[in-house]
């Protein structure tokens, strides 16, 4: 597959992945949608799925046809089928409501227990990271060393373009000069 049919898949795919990284939910980066319009979205992007074909008529592809068609269909399938209820939460002193019980006894076994404990950990963790800078300064370091590589590299191309070994060849600032 390629041309307009991958492009469109593509797009499709990092609508679905913003959608899935902006709506409200426990692994949400930024919590901005809510979970009932994420579900509209879900369905309004079915109907994009659906007529995507008609952007490649002149380039026609079958798998492309039959992929688009199957994705706008599981998209309203789950879309139609999710059911949005507000999470139970127990109260501060640890005991578990009625509603939230489990097991035949009405009392949580260890496993939910060490399940909530995770998910409270890293719900925390999550939140400490959205506060915080960290993913700023992340992406900083980063750009930092995509730029240092990218300066090492013309400089390796410098190097391997002079056709003379005796002219120096200049190292950019910040990067340590090669050994002999």
Do not use: C, W
Not at 108 to 123: F, I, L, Q, Y
């Amino acid at each position: 597959m390629g041309g307009r049919p991958a492009l469109v898949l593509v797009v499709a795919g990092a609508v679905v992945g913003a959608f899935a990284f902006v709506t409200k939910g426990p692994l949400a980066a930024l919590r901005i949608i809510p979970k009932r319009l994420h579900v509209y979205l879900d369905l309004v992007l079915a109907a994009a799925f659906a007529a995507s074909p008609l952007l490649y008529l002149h380039d026609f592809q079958i798998i492309a046809v039959v992929l688009s068609e199957a994705v706008a269909v599981l998209l309203v399938r789950m879309s139609l089928t999710t059911e949005i209820v507000p999470r139970p939460r127990p109260n501060r002193r640890g005991v578990v409501h009625a509603a939230n019980a489990s097991g035949p006894s009405g009392g949580s076994d260890a496993v939910s227990t060490v399940a909530a404990t995770a998910g409270r950990v890293v719900g925390t963790a999550m939140a400490k990271v959205r506060d915080s800078d960290a993913p700023l300064v992340a992406a900083r370091g980063l750009g930092r060393a995509t730029g240092h590589a990218r300066r090492l590299g013309r400089a390796a191309r410098a190097a391997k373009a002079t056709p003379d070994p005796s002219q120096p060849v200049q190292v950019p600032p910040g990067s340590s000069a090669p050994s002999s």
